[in-house]
């Protein structure tokens, strides 16, 4: 798609006292005391607001945190984003306690070149999910440049990520954003071999990735809880695991297709299980699953073949766990994937949340070519399908 970058709106017209609206992905997960446990989106979002403060702009940053859902929560406010932000930027950042109205109007008219305004949580107001017209304007109002640097809210549209671009005079993809739609776009038109992996919970939350990748990988390999689905829909044992069985003629159809088109598809054909999930369970491998235990893990034989996948790989592309790794004892797995996914010569992407803490979890961070922000967004723009907060900075400069 067609959208101005961060470097050519910097190119092309003068920045400096230029009040620009950041629409960030600050929304970090927070420790039980309100801290924030995980500052990697906040570090994701550095290299665009330091371009825009070395260039003399004035900022004014927005992002959502949690689900407040329309509601006013002091827990939920960007106040502790604000003040990371201000240990991470060579620059005075300022806080609002709200993102609309006459308050922020004069703070943001009050900033100096090169210094941040943030706001406050975007859905403290519900007419932001609504993409609410009125909303979207107040949002817009004294903007002169709109960036886009929320690649994990890319596939909402949203006031803040779609509704509001129109109203300002010019827009563009920050460099994250930009960055991840660059790196996305590998797995549209992969180097070949394309291997795939996929995990997670159920077979429904990734049914339409599944159907696109079965038309572009090689090979596919899936764990997790939704692999159960596959195998109890190919007729085999899976004792108490976690089965869709309303999806059972979609894991057959999909199964059906990836055979037509040569596309290897990979199953668990041993298994870590267990009669519960919790810490302290103990955990052993098995090849057929009885009543009374579920499987929790895919088994060394299995990381033995998924690995071998991966290591023959020209594009590889990991989204899901492959068992419940937060428990070590149902961890290695997803540890092995994680191992191989970084060994690989291939270009490497992984995408999300789960994927990303399961490969810091093993320490290979530094090796994955592309580490995705945004899970939802990255599932989206593999299926092929539009994102909302991409299309709407596609129109003329």
Request: glycine content about 10%; aromatic content about 4%; overall charge negative.
């Amino acid at each position: 798609m067609p959208i101005q970058s961060l470097d050519a709106l910097l190119d092309s017209c003068e920045i400096a006292r230029k009040r620009v609206f950041v629409r960030a992905d600050l929304n970090v997960p927070l420790s039980a005391s309100g801290q924030i446990a995980d500052d990697s989106r906040i570090r994701a979002s550095i290299p665009t607001l330091a371009r825009l403060i070395e260039a003399g702009a004035r900022i004014v940053l927005a992002s959502h945190l949690g689900r407040p859902k329309g509601e006013r929560r002091p827990e939920l406010s960007l106040a502790v984003v604000c003040e990371a932000l201000v240990t991470a930027l060579d620059t005075r950042v300022h806080f609002v306690e709200d993102c609309i109205g006459e308050t922020v109007r004069a703070a943001a008219a009050s900033l100096e070149n090169g210094e941040v305004l943030l706001l406050e949580n975007l859905r403290f107001h519900a007419a932001e999910t609504e993409n609410d017209p009125d909303f979207a304007r107040a949002l817009a109002q004294g903007a002169d440049l709109y960036v886009n640097d929320a690649f994990g809210t890319a596939h909402r549209a949203h006031a803040s990520t779609a509704g509001m671009v129109e109203y300002v005079p010019r827009a563009a993809a920050g460099l994250l954003l930009q960055r991840e739609l660059d790196a996305l776009a590998a797995a549209l038109e992969p180097e070949r071999p394309f291997v795939c992996f996929l995990g997670g919970a159920k077979v429904s939350d990734k049914l339409g990735v599944l159907e696109a990748l079965i038309e572009r990988a090689d090979t596919i390999g899936v764990g997790g809880a939704m692999a159960y689905t596959f195998l109890a829909a190919r007729g085999e044992a899976v004792g108490d695991s976690l089965v869709e069985l309303d999806r059972l003629e979609d894991a057959r159809r999909m199964m059906a297709r990836a055979r037509e088109r040569g596309c290897d598809f990979l199953l668990p054909t041993d298994h870590v299980v267990s009669d519960r999930i919790e810490e302290g369970a103990q955990g052993r491998v098995i090849e057929t699953i009885p009543d009374g235990l579920l499987g929790v893990d895919i088994g060394p034989k299995s990381t033995t073949r998924y690995a071998e996948a991966a290591a023959s790989a020209r594009t590889l592309l990991w989204n899901g766990p492959m068992g419940v790794f937060e428990i070590d004892a149902f961890a290695l797995g997803t540890e092995g994937v994680a191992q191989a996914v970084a060994a690989s010569s291939a270009r490497s992407i992984v995408g999300g949340g789960d994927s990303l803490a399961a490969v810091h979890k093993a320490g290979v961070g530094d090796r994955i070519g592309h580490l995705s922000t945004g899970g939802g967004a990255s599932l989206e723009f593999l299926q092929g399908l539009q994102l909302p907060g991409v299309a709407a900075l596609d129109r003329p400069s």
